[in-house]
């Protein structure tokens, strides 16, 4: 296998273009959250919003103003960031084989995730839900459900993949090893779900990811994984609450 392609460029991801890309990230969620908080909110600007009282369509629609924007910030701040091009850094039409080891990781992500997740529960003595499966159960329409399916299968595991993956795991890379790259990436992967009891099971989940992204060298490798992974929990979810 030839070298990996950041870990050769001398002058990718310097300390003050990671910052710099952090930096801007920070701005453009800044900037469009306020857009998002206006827009979705504005009845009640000036009042004290209370979160417990949100309805799905409000959540989701804020999540899609706010980190829409962030995708291609991200597609152009990166290989900037990288000294790569998009194509160099793995942006290129998915062949047979990426689409195979895209539908392995998958499947392998959605075993590790449920059997670790399930181990947890076990030795927890508690059942644990997650917040995704918890605002899909709090949908009010079937039309907040398809937004709310659509932001988790498409928009959510190109932004995730986009920052953990391409950026976190090939920044590590960079001055690491694979063990080191996939440690920092998932780590970080896991802990941004902000959920400490699955913080186990989707860091696996993340090293999963890791390994598809590397062993295609296709960024759409690990982003249609993680999209699997994701339509497979709302077809499960949507299968339990239809005969529960």
């Known amino acids: 296998m030839p070298p990996w392609p950041t870990s050769s460029e001398p002058k990718g991801f310097s300390f ?3 910052l710099a890309t952090l930096g801007g990230a920070v701005v453009v969620i800044m ?16 009042h004290r919003i209370d979160p417990a009282h949100l309805s799905v369509g ?5 999540q899609l103003i706010v980190e829409a924007p962030l995708v291609p910030y991200l597609l152009w701040a990166i290989p900037w960031a990288a ?18 080891i895209a539908l392995l990781a ?13 181990l947890i529960e076990l030795l927890a003595h ?4 997650e917040q995704a499966v918890a605002l899909f159960q709090q949908a009010h329409s079937q039309q907040e459900q398809i937004v709310f399916v659509l932001f988790g299968v498409v928009l959510a595991p190109v932004a995730e993949e986009l920052i953990f993956r391409v950026f976190v795991f090939n920044a590590a890379m960079r001055s690491g090893s694979f063990a080191w790259a996939a440690t920092v990436s998932s780590v970080l992967f896991g802990l941004s779900h902000a959920d400490l009891l699955f913080f186990v099971p989707l860091a696996l989940g993340g090293v999963i990811l890791c390994t598809a992204y590397y062993r295609s060298r296709n960024a759409w490798t690990s982003m249609i994984a993680h999209a699997l ?3 497979g ?3 499960a979810l949507y299968a339990q609450m239809r005969h529960p």
């Not at 306020?34 to 600007?45: Q, S």
């Not at 409000?58 to 804020?62: D, L, M």
């Not at 508690?126 to 839900?129: G, Q, V």
């Open 31 to 46: 900037i469009f959250a306020v857009i998002a908080t206006v827009a979705v909110f504005h009845p009640t600007l000036g």
């Open 229 to 231: 992974f994701n339509a």
């Open 126 to 129: 508690s059942k644990h839900e």
């Open 83 to 100: 000294r790569r091009s998009l194509s160099e850094l793995g942006f290129r039409i998915p062949q047979a084989r990426d689409l195979g």
């Open 106 to 118: 998958g499947l392998g992500m959605f075993l590790a995730v449920d059997v670790s997740g399930t």
């Open 16 to 18: 003050g273009a990671i």
């Open 233 to 235: 929990g709302f077809l």
């Open 58 to 62: 409000q959540i989701t629609a804020w």
